[in-house]
T-cell receptor, first 114, second 113 residues
Framework: AQSVTQPDIHITVSEGASLELRCNYSYGATPYLFWYVQSPGQGLQLLLK??????LVQGIKGFEAEFKRSQSSFNLRKPSVHWSDAAEYFC????????????FGQGTELSVKP | EPEVTQTPSHQVTQMGQEVILRCVPISNHLYFYWYRQILGQKVEFLVSFYNNEISEKSEIFDDQFSVERPDGSNFTLKIRSTKLEDSAMYFC???????????FGDGTRLSIL
């Protein structure tokens, strides 16, 4: 069965420091992978997506993610975190042959220290 | 930029009552979804809808749930007889094609008393 694991429930980084949020997936075929961000009281905003091709994908707000098939991972990175990046981050895999539903990880809450 | 809109933002309902959550997907999108997020838990898929019929549903989506696209713009989720455990944030999403990124609304917080 398909699944997504985000091992870190909560991460705190200092403003200006680099960030890496981990995501591992289980999926039988080539996955469609997404990172979404959720600010309090808001919906889910797409940060970036991977369908195929270049394994390093760029997204909005300076985020990037790298797809590593051998490790079944799709980690999210940002070289320098801003206070406004504090939010909850969700990794998701898209199941194309089941109506395109998304399976989400548990989420990682990011706090940013001044 | 076009948005998915959901109404109401917060719904409080007595247990056993029917509730309808409303969504207006982005106009040129063809695939529609409902997800829910119980407080402190992950976002869970409920149902996908394409070409005026359900294409996939989860175990959560039992006979108490139904979806409808009553006209060319709205997409609704009905819970026939609400239970306490239905309390959650419900998100509507839409996309142009099944493997394209889904655009989410801001959600409806459903509180069952």
């Amino acid at each position: 069965a398909q699944s997504v694991t985000q091992p870190d429930i909560h991460i705190t980084v200092s403003e200006g420091a680099s960030l890496e949020l981990r995501c591992n997936y289980s999926y039988g075929a080539t996955p469609y992978l997404f990172w979404y961000v959720q600010s309090p009281g808001q919906g889910l905003q797409l940060l970036l997506k991977y369908f195929s091709g270049d394994t390093l994908v760029q997204g909005i707000k300076g985020f990037e993610a790298e797809f590593k098939r051998s490790q079944s991972s799709f980690n999210l990175r940002k070289p320098s975190v801003h206070w406004s990046d504090a939010a909850e981050y969700f990794c998701a895999v898209g199941v194309y042959n089941q109506g395109g539903k998304l399976i989400f990880g548990q989420g990682t809450e990011l706090s940013v220290k001044p | 930029e076009p948005e998915v809109t959901q109404t109401p933002s917060h719904q409080v309902t007595q247990m056993g009552q029917e509730v309808i959550l409303r969504c207006v997907p982005i106009s040129n999108h063809l695939y529609f979804y409902w997800y829910r997020q119980i407080l402190g838990q992950k976002v869970e898929f409920l149902v996908s809808f394409y070409n005026n019929e359900i294409s996939e549903k989860s175990e959560i989506f039992d006979d108490q749930f139904s979806v409808e696209r009553p006209d060319g713009s709205n997409f609704t989720l009905k819970i026939r007889s609400t239970k306490l455990e239905d309390s959650a944030m419900y998100f509507c999403a839409s996309c142009e094609e099944a493997h394209q990124p889904q655009h989410f609304g801001d959600g409806t917080r459903l509180s069952i008393l």
